[in-house]
């Protein structure tokens, strides 16, 4: 029933282990995102892909690899977890040109790194 | 780059009263879109009210409404007869009519008094 699900909701690990986030949704948009979400609550793209093509690549390390399997998935891939990069990621999705622009927002998945 | 900006990091309002938050942006596009987020404690991002910036009249949802002013670049919301479920962080976002992300500001944390 879930519009945009990610998984897992909570993820703690230690420094330089590799960890992935999933999401999916099913509501037949065609773009899809990652945002991530700092300690003081700063939301900030990450990148984006439209029908599985990379559209956005704001300034991100390149430990983190997104990858889309279909236009339905976007997972997000951390090598070498840092102690910075413990945060609230989140999914979302939306679908172009219907001038809406609205985005959909997945629950978010808390990552601490210890 | 468009930028928002919400100079109210915290707000608090008495229950059945009326709050308005700030919110201001920068563009050098003419047409683009605006939208108000909440996230509740249980972090999940809720779309409480959008505009697009070709429509002169205020958007309206319900307790929720909105003062645009293009030509100075404001959008602030207006939260009548609070409640206490209003509590939470409110979020200003913008999207430009070609783009593909929304860019937030800072948010505003809201507190309601029982």
């Known amino acids: 029933d879930t519009a945009v699900s990610q998984t897992p909701k909570y993820l703690v690990t230690q420094m330089g282990n590799d960890k992935s986030i999933k999401c999916e949704q099913n509501l037949g948009h065609d773009t899809m995102y990652w945002y991530k979400q700092d300690s003081k609550k700063f939301l900030k793209i990450m990148f984006s892909y439209n029908n599985k093509e990379l559209i956005i690549n704001e300034t991100v390390p390149n430990r983190f690899s997104p990858k889309s399997p279909d236009k339905a998935h976007l997972n997000l891939h951390i090598n070498s977890l840092e102690l910075g990069d413990s945060a609230v990621y989140f999914c979302a999705s939306s679908q172009r040109g219907t001038g809406e622009e609205k985005l959909f927002f997945g629950s978010g998945t808390q990552l601490s790194v210890l | 780059a468009q930028t928002v900006t919400q100079s109210q990091p915290e707000m608090s309002v008495q229950e059945a009263e009326t709050v308005t938050l700030s919110c201001t942006y920068d563009?050098?596009?003419?047409?683009?879109?605006l939208f108000w987020y909440k996230q509740p404690p249980s972090r999940q991002m809720i779309l409480v009210i959008r505009?697009?910036?070709?429509?002169?009249q205020n958007a309206t949802e319900n307790r929720f409404s909105v003062n645009f002013q293009k030509a100075a670049k404001s959008f602030s919301l207006k939260i009548s007869d609070s409640q206490l479920g209003d509590a939470a962080m409110y979020f200003c976002?913008?999207?430009?009519?070609?783009?593909?992300?929304?860019?937030f500001g800072t948010g505003t944390r809201l507190a309601v008094r029982p």
């Open positions: 505009q697009e910036a070709y429509k002169q």
């Open positions: 563009t050098s596009e003419s047409d683009y879109y």
């Open positions: 976002a913008y999207r430009g009519s070609s783009g593909d992300k929304l860019t």
